[in-house]
């Protein structure tokens, strides 16, 4: 059984500066991405940002470019997103996931079947 278990989130403001991190434990995290999702009140869960676990490969979404980045820690089978410049719009629960095996696509809901619990970011202008 896959367990993933974020934490980091919180409130800041406006430019500040927040790290996630994603726990994973269950199996042997090799040739899977791991990505970050968020949702917002009202709106579909979306992507933010995904990683390719053995090869370091890093995908962004446009919004988030430039001011997230991704990373991964093999040692501990842990996944991070450090978030700088944080913005009011980047509120929302944020969702860390793994993918069952690679496929090569990885900002879709559906590339991945493992998830975290979720936190809780919030930024305040």
């Known amino acids: 059984q896959v367990q993933l278990v974020e934490s980091g989130g919180g409130l800041v403001r406006a430019g500040g500066s927040l790290r996630l991190s994603c726990a994973a434990s269950?199996?042997?995290?090799?040739?899977?991405?791991m990505g970050w999702f968020r949702q917002a009140p009202g709106k579909e869960r979306e992507f933010v940002a995904a990683?390719?676990?053995?090869?370091?490969?890093?995908y962004y979404a446009d919004s988030v470019k430039g001011r997230f980045t991704i990373s991964n820690d093999n040692a501990k089978n842990t996944v991070y997103l450090q978030m700088n410049s944080l913005k009011p719009e980047d509120t929302a629960v944020y969702y860390c996931?793994?993918?069952?095996?690679?496929?090569?696509?990885?900002?879709?809901?559906?590339?991945?079947?493992?998830w975290g619990q979720g936190t809780q970011v919030t930024v305040s202008s």
């Open positions: 990683i390719y676990w053995s090869g370091g490969r890093r």
């Open positions: 269950g199996r042997t995290f090799s040739r899977i991405t």
């Open positions: 996931a793994a993918s069952k095996y690679y496929s090569g696509s990885y900002a879709y809901t559906g590339d991945y079947g493992y």
